[in-house]
């Protein structure tokens, strides 16, 4: 049987990034933490943590904490049952998720924030790039994520969530700047455009529809949805915006479409870890519902 | 003299992420990267990237960055007396800066983009916390930086901003659910907060100051300033949010103070490197003018 104590240990120094706050946080001291954390890693025959600032996880260390929130998981779903176990009702589970950056500045942050109201949870939320988060679920890092890709890993699920509709566009007066001409390979390899970050390719892949070749872009990284809109409307740039929070500035023509009737649409995964658990069951009933509503059929 | 075709090819893998795409942004082949890097690590005695996905730099491969970085500030003023450098204009110069997400969501972004719109820069933006921006000037890896540290780096300059008045805000339901008898160290102990990552410490600081000793909150990571408001308005939990950020909640009581009259200012700075560049300038300018503005006297 795994040594739970030195688990949630090791899970508080991956947490609070650090043995001290660790320590603080579980009410022992930082000797305590230390030794736990070394007991277990002896036993598993590796390092489960990288001593730095902040203290990361090894590989095998991630996939324990991820063993360790799904027994929590386990727990409060007895708790439901076994009402004395929890005598004073305040017991929250950690529930670490992934999301992408336009979803949670669109239809997501409203949902989490309704439920996450009412469970008995504490969120974690992590944000990266839609073609990334799977990955945070495979690793273990998370328990659930919004992702663009399909495929589920192994002992999780995944279900369509419908699509996210992007569109390219900028301020009319980058476009009769830039583009005085119409939207040209040659025009679109001098003007500036706006990525999210290294990992974003939905110009690349809008321009590549648009112009059927591939073109380096000059770009400004800017990792903010919102300061995303804040740039096209000040002319620093043309991008891809989620419609649903640019359909405002294109309505009142403060942002005009570079080329009209281009929309990118892409579509959204729901991957969660198979759990048995009526929290994870609730906040995908959750998301599901406000997909429905915020994104396009996929 | 160093090798700045060599130097360039390594800043194109640090920024691409990888040869392959460092090699299409250059128009040369993934061989030629490979073996300009190379030459140069040889050269350094050292390696100056790791090779992973993405590529990342070493420390010393960072400083090499920031140099060139530096080097093409100075082309840039070059060009400007010698037109014929650059007959065409095209050329924009790379500007790599960090600040918190909270200046971005507030009064930065719209300073940033009023530049960027104007200026013959790439910006390329890093979001941190405010007690890490520095760090990221100090490693190299940016040119300026919005930062709570006072003190400049070596070979920069910082200048007081001005202070980010925060508000300890929370639903009126979610209030008088959590805090029925008032705030005290007991009710914040169960009642969950919102932090935006595990670095931010603004919760915390604004508990010992009403308290008058270190109380464990339960808590949310949500690393999004405004999923943080929409999380507060739905009764997600209690959080530190940018004045300038929720006032319109304030005002119409959809947001409400945990203690009325208890504001927390965090003096910002902004830090530059030293690289007589008036492009720099034009952006040091911008932002002390955004600064007067946005933030209150520190």
Same mark, same amino acid.
């Given at each position: 049987m795994i040594d739970y104590s030195a688990l949630a240990a090791l899970a508080a120094v991956v947490r609070e990034g650090s043995f001290e706050r660790a320590a603080r946080a579980l009410h022992v001291t930082p000797s305590a933490v230390s030794q736990r954390v070394r007991l277990l890693e002896e036993r598993m025959g590796c390092a489960l943590v990288v001593r730095g600032q902040p203290c990361q996880p090894t590989e095998t260390g991630r996939r324990l904490c991820q063993h360790l929130d799904r027994v929590r998981l386990l727990e409060h779903e007895l708790r439901g049952t076994l009402p004395t176990l929890d005598p004073q009702g305040h017991t929250r589970v950690r529930l670490p998720i992934a999301v992408n950056a336009d979803s949670l500045a669109t239809w997501f942050a409203p949902a989490l924030a309704a439920f996450a109201a009412e469970a008995p949870v504490l969120m974690d939320v992590a944000v990266d790039d839609e073609g990334h988060t799977a990955e945070w679920l495979r690793s273990g890092a998370v328990l659930a994520a919004v992702s663009a890709t399909a495929r589920p890993a192994t002992g999780c699920n995944s279900r369509a969530l419908g699509a996210m509709r992007y569109r390219a566009a900028a301020s009319p007066r980058f476009v009769a700047r830039h583009f005085p001409d119409g939207v040209s390979a040659g025009a679109l390899a001098r003007a500036p455009s706006l990525l999210f970050?290294?990992? =974003? =390719?939905l110009q690349a892949r809008w321009v590549r529809r648009q112009c059927r070749r591939h073109v380096e872009l000059p770009r400004h990284t800017l990792p903010s949805s919102q300061a995303f809109v804040t740039a096209a409307l000040a002319g620093m740039g043309w991008g891809l915006h989620p419609q649903a929070l640019i359909q405002p500035h294109l309505d009142d023509g403060s942002l005009v479409e570079l080329v009209p009737h281009t929309p990118l649409d892409v579509p959204l995964y729901w991957h969660e870890a198979r759990a048995a658990s009526s929290l994870l069951e609730g906040l995908t009933r959750v998301v599901v519902g406000a997909a429905k509503q915020g994104l396009g059929r996929g």
């Open positions: 970050s290294a990992k =974003d =390719d």
